[in-house]
Structure formats: C-alpha cells, structure tokens
C-alpha cells in the first residue's frame, strides 16, 4: 500500500514534456528541472509540505460555493457554473488550498501542468 504521506519532488536535467509527465505519472508531487535557483527548490518544498495529498471529500465547500472534485463541476448554491478547462482548475486548486496563500506563480504552474496533461 503506498505511503501517502510521503512527497517526491524529481529533480532532472530532463526537461521534455513527455519526461516530466511520465514522472508525475508514476506518482511524483511535483518536477524541478535543471538548473534551478535554491530559492525555488525551498519554496517548493515547503509547499509540498504544506499541500493536502490525501482527500477525503469528494465535493469541496467555501460559503455558497462548491465543487465536486470526481464530476469537476462547481456550483453556487445548487447552480452550476459554466467553466472552462483552466478555471476549473483554478477553482480546484484554490478549494483545496483553502487557508493558505497560493502565488500566482504556485497557481499558474498548477494550471499549466494539468493542461498540458
């Protein structure tokens, strides 16, 4: 059974897209390539030890809002909301961070990695 309270960050000199998703694939949290600034590492780091990897709702509230993680549908009070592929990803992201900052550069690679996928 695996551990899922372990986290694995690669670090690679491979950068191809196809390397990358071939490691988040086998279960990695997340993919650093070569070179990279020590800030950035540290930064990822902690936000991989801060990040909920286990879930156990499957439909995620804040106030009025909500989002069901399996059909990927948000909805504010009972209405669903008309999002595209990103936002949705946005909107998820945001819901299970709740309670703690997320930078615009913590979200926009979020995004950016599930749409290439």
Do not use: W
Request: charged letters at 30%.
């Amino acid at each position: 059974m695996p551990d899922c309270e372990t986290k694995v960050l690669i670090l690679s000199a491979r950068g191809e897209v196809s390397v990358k998703v071939s490691g988040l694939d086998a279960g990695a949290n997340d993919y650093l390539t070569k070179p990279f600034h020590l800030d950035e590492l540290a930064a990822r780091i902690r936000s991989l030890t801060l990040r909920r990897f286990t879930q156990s709702d499957i439909v995620l509230t804040c106030g009025k809002l909500s989002f069901d993680t399996k059909a990927r549908i948000a909805s504010v009070d009972s209405e669903a909301l008309s999002l595209t592929r990103k936002e949705t990803g946005i909107m998820e992201y945001l819901m299970l961070n709740q309670g703690r900052p997320v930078s615009q550069e913590e979200l926009i690679e979020h995004v950016a990695r599930e749409c290439d996928e």
